[in-house]
């Protein structure tokens, strides 16, 4: 038999079938009003998903490309910004703003830990001439995510910038970017989004655009400003990735018709049993309850396993992919995503899987303990 995928990382992640049915159909011109209706149409369900009521816009890159956008339009060289790093992605926000210019104070936090609110207030007290503040909504690396009320409470109260990285976490965990004042709010399709690889959705607010406007460092294909002037007739400044917005239509499409505060319910549900399963395995959870990412779970592998070589038996033996770790954490944990198109029996084959990996490698899993927690959770049962 063909072998039948199980796609358990935290991007790319399955496309549900009528996403990958509307990517499907014949190319139509960009500048068509067929393509600027589309376009409309998408942006308008985005505002609803991300809870905003500034500019939204969809550019034709990977994540990262939102965010060198934010970068790019944001920093002036010379500029001082406080970057908030618990991981791997959050480096990014410091490689990015060092390639730009900027006077970059990066503030570290362990690892497997939210980012503390009291240390970033009293950096931006001590240095009040930061310009922007950069933070990870949900820390794809260490299965974290990250109290942005609380932050953007901090930061609104001064003049800098609140930028935020929440390409795995926008489209499964809620966020409300207006109430929680996000400036600038990066995301991205191949992760809870349900879609291939390719778009980054980006939003910015008005006091972001004050800042845009007197920007100098140079950039071409993610000029803001070219691209709000495009948007005035739903446009776009060059080519964009036609059939992905046209998957992204669909996708959102579900979305709503799922109910966006019942996709983040059962994003939420999707965690719980998963760590239930975890707990019940006698295996160690990364990540302490009240910050634990709602789209990925971070378990660090039995002491004499390498997590690489669970990884390895998943793969080849039951055809389940779960992500490793990256940098201090390789080979350390493994990391399941429930993120995007996923569901409760998504959540029990990964367990079953992992059960079942385990007595492969002679690791002491009673088999079924994971699971049954895991369906405890699902029928409402778990105290
Ligand atoms: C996946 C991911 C990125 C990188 O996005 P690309 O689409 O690979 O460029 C950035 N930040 C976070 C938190 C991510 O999960």
Not at 259 to 268: D, K, S, T
């Amino acid at each position: 038999m063909p072998q039948k995928e199980y796609l358990m990382i935290p991007g790319p992640t399955p496309v549900p079938p009528m996403v990958m049915n509307a990517m499907s159909q014949p190319m139509f011109g960009h500048r068509s009003p067929e393509f600027a209706e589309i376009h409309k149409n998408i942006i308008e369900k985005l505002k609803l998903v991300f809870q905003t009521q500034n500019d939204v816009f969809v550019l034709s890159s990977s994540g990262t490309g939102g965010m060198e956008a934010a970068v790019a339009n944001i920093i002036n060289p010379g500029e001082k910004v406080l970057v908030l790093v618990g991981g791997k992605f959050g480096e990014r926000w410091s490689e990015l703003s060092y390639n730009y210019g900027a006077q970059v104070i990066q503030q570290d936090f362990t690892w497997g830990e939210p980012v503390d609110i009291n240390v970033v207030k009293k950096e931006l007290a001590n240095n009040p001439d930061i310009k922007a503040v950069f933070a990870t909504f949900n820390e794809t690396s260490t299965g974290v995510f990250n109290d942005i009320e609380k932050l953007g409470k901090a930061v609104s109260n001064t003049n800098a910038l609140l930028i935020l990285d929440g390409i795995s976490g926008a489209g499964g965990i809620e966020i409300k970017t207006d109430e929680w004042n996000v400036d600038i709010l990066v995301t991205g399709s191949q992760k809870a989004f349900m879609l291939p690889p390719g778009l980054a959705m980006i939003s910015v607010s008005s006091k972001a655009w004050e800042k845009i406007k007197n920007k100098k460092s140079p950039c071409y294909y993610f000029d803001l400003l070219k691209t709000r002037k495009s948007m005035e007739k739903y446009n776009t400044a060059y080519t964009p990735a036609v059939s992905l917005f046209l998957g992204l239509n669909a996708s959102l499409d579900l979305i709503i018709e799922e109910g966006v505060n019942n996709v983040f319910q059962r994003h939420i549900q999707l965690r719980n049993a998963t760590r239930a399963a975890i707990d019940a395995m006698g295996l160690k959870l990364m990540t302490e309850n009240y910050c634990a990412s709602p789209v990925i779970t971070s378990i660090y592998a039995p002491k004499n396993i390498g997590a690489d070589d669970l990884r390895k038996v998943l793969k080849q033996q039951y055809n389940i992919s779960f992500a490793g770790g990256q940098a201090q954490l390789k080979n350390k944990i493994f990391r399941i995503a429930h993120m995007g198109f996923a569901d409760k029996m998504d959540v029990i084959t990964a367990i079953s899987g992992l059960e079942m990996a385990l007595n492969n490698l002679n690791s002491p899993v009673e088999l079924g303990s994971g699971l049954k927690a895991a369906q405890e959770v699902f029928l409402g049962r778990h105290k």
